[in-house]
């Protein structure tokens, strides 16, 4: 490009489109691109990703190419910060305190994720490795009959075991996506697993305690320390009543068959399969019945909440308009093919792999587009293995000519909710983001 732009690419479209498409591309945005991006125009762009773009005309006007819509400045993303850890593959470092790492999107083409590419969300410190973990004891109170402590090795000889395919997200998955940016570490779209949880149902423990009219919420305790250094929770969320007695909902001991580990809350955890991670207690130490919404840390103000009717972005809420957020969103992702890939000269077939979840819901239809949208293609889409289990897809696409691409994959509910084309429902913290998954490519000439 002929002229370097004083600021990043996002932060230009953020604050004045105009001026980032002039200094950008050298010249005014307008209601189209579609007279820009010809002479001139197209061969900066060109220039920007590398290669020829075949569906320049359909691109949205102010959109940011996806080969460098991460940058924080001048043309090409900075490389993220990798977390190298034993027992992981490389994960994106996001934050070291408490830790936080994301799983890139193309390491997550299993159907069954491994231990070692499951994304790290902690909200405090890690507790120490019980010496025995079977000695560990999980306390059951509030609204019940006959409150229990139970140790894991109860637990397990106690009641039946069960083994799901259960999907886990960070419930601020795709926060990178808002404009204006949210508080908090910005996800990609990797902040999801879908493991095999081996644990007993939380409802039958609850049954077990005996649980008493008044009893409407959970409330979740765990072992990890405060950053503080305070003796007080870390975060203490909870879910209503009918989300515990979900059968789908487990007190989990074991990962893909192993015991789970330390970093992903050994020797025992809550997996509320759906709604955001924050609910699935790690290093899980109590579970209080509540006779009303639980107000623990976590639980209150804007944290996992959103706005109920939508809010000025970078507004400021009214406490009022904020609930809790329950089921995640629909969402879809491309998972065989690395964001930024260069294609062997020649190629005009992509095979494509992906994955799709819904939260509570099942997900209706997957559609993929490598014109900007201007059409879709239906992919093949298969049944979950249990509900809460996320759907894989497959896909072919034909690549007309040699140039750059973006792979759009849009997945449907079984409402007939879509993901939108930009991240809508803007809250302080950033949750629900779901906008349509972008992959760009480069099919060498």
Same mark, same amino acid.
């Given at each position: ?38 002479? $001139?125009?197209?061969?900066?762009? *060109? *220039? ?51 830790? !936080? ?38 306390? !059951? ?78 409330a979740h305790y765990a072992a990890d320390p405060h950053l503080s250094g305070e003796a007080r929770p870390t975060i203490s969320r909870g879910v209503r009543l009918p989300k515990a007695m979900d059968e789908h909902t487990l007190i989990a001991t074991r990962m893909n068959g192993e015991p789970i580990p330390l970093i992903h809350g050994a020797p025992v955890r809550l997996v509320v399969p759906g709604w955001p991670g924050s609910a699935s207690q790690k290093w899980l130490t109590r579970i209080w019945v509540r006779d009303k919404e639980h107000d623990g840390p976590g639980m209150t103000g804007t944290s996992y909440r ?48 992906? *994955? ?66 930009? *991240? ?11 906008? !349509?998954?972008?992959? $760009? !490519?480069?099919?060498?000439?």
């Amino acid at each position: 490009m002929s002229r370097k732009p004083e600021r990043g690419f996002i932060e230009l479209y953020r604050n004045d489109p105009e001026r980032a498409e002039a200094l950008i591309f050298g010249r005014r945005a307008g209601p189209s691109r579609r007279g820009f991006l010809k002479g $001139a125009g197209l061969a900066s762009m *060109a *220039a920007a990703v590398g290669g020829a773009i075949p569906f320049a005309a359909n691109m949205p006007a102010g959109l940011v190419p996806a080969a460098f819509a991460q940058a924080a400045s001048g043309t090409a993303p900075a490389a993220p910060k990798m977390l190298q850890m034993a027992g992981k593959v490389p994960l994106i470092l996001l934050q070291e305190k408490p830790l !936080v790492a994301e799983t890139p999107e193309h390491l997550l083409d299993d159907e069954v994720t491994p231990t070692d590419k499951f994304f790290i969300r902690n909200n405090g410190g890690i507790p120490d490795q019980p010496a025995d973990p079977k000695a560990w004891k999980i306390k !059951v109170d509030g609204e019940v009959n006959s409150p229990l402590e139970l140790s894991v090795g109860e637990l397990e000889s106690r009641f039946p075991m069960v083994t799901l395919q259960l999907q886990l997200e960070c419930g601020g998955n795709g926060r990178n996506q808002f404009v204006p940016e949210a508080r908090g570490n910005q996800w990609g779209n990797g902040a999801i697993g879908c493991a095999q949880w081996t644990g007993v149902r939380l409802a039958d423990v609850l049954k077990a305690a005996g649980l008493k009219s008044s009893a409407v919420y959970t409330a979740h305790y765990a072992a990890d320390p405060h950053l503080s250094g305070e003796a007080r929770p870390t975060i203490s969320r909870g879910v209503r009543l009918p989300k515990a007695m979900d059968e789908h909902t487990l007190i989990a001991t074991r990962m893909n068959g192993e015991p789970i580990p330390l970093i992903h809350g050994a020797p025992v955890r809550l997996v509320v399969p759906g709604w955001p991670g924050s609910a699935s207690q790690k290093w899980l130490t109590r579970i209080w019945v509540r006779d009303k919404e639980h107000d623990g840390p976590g639980m209150t103000g804007t944290s996992y909440r959103v706005a109920r009717t939508p809010m000025i972005p970078g507004g400021k809420p009214d406490d009022a308009n904020m609930a809790i957020m329950e089921s995640m969103p629909v969402r879809s992702i491309v998972t065989n093919v690395k964001h930024g890939t260069e294609l062997s000269a020649g190629t005009r077939r992509l095979d494509l792999r992906g *994955a799709a979840w819904a939260g509570d819901k099942a997900v209706r239809e997957v559609h993929v587009s490598i014109d900007y949208g201007a059409t879709w293609q239906a992919v093949s889409l298969a049944q979950p293995k249990n509900k809460h289990a996320w759907q894989r897809w497959t896909a072919a696409v034909a690549l007309p000519s040699a140039g750059y691409y973006e792979i759009w994959s849009r997945a449907t509910d079984a409402d007939g909710r879509a993901q939108p084309h930009v *991240a809508g429902n803007w809250n302080p913290q950033g949750y629900g983001a779901n906008a !349509v998954s972008r992959v $760009a !490519v480069l099919s060498k000439a």
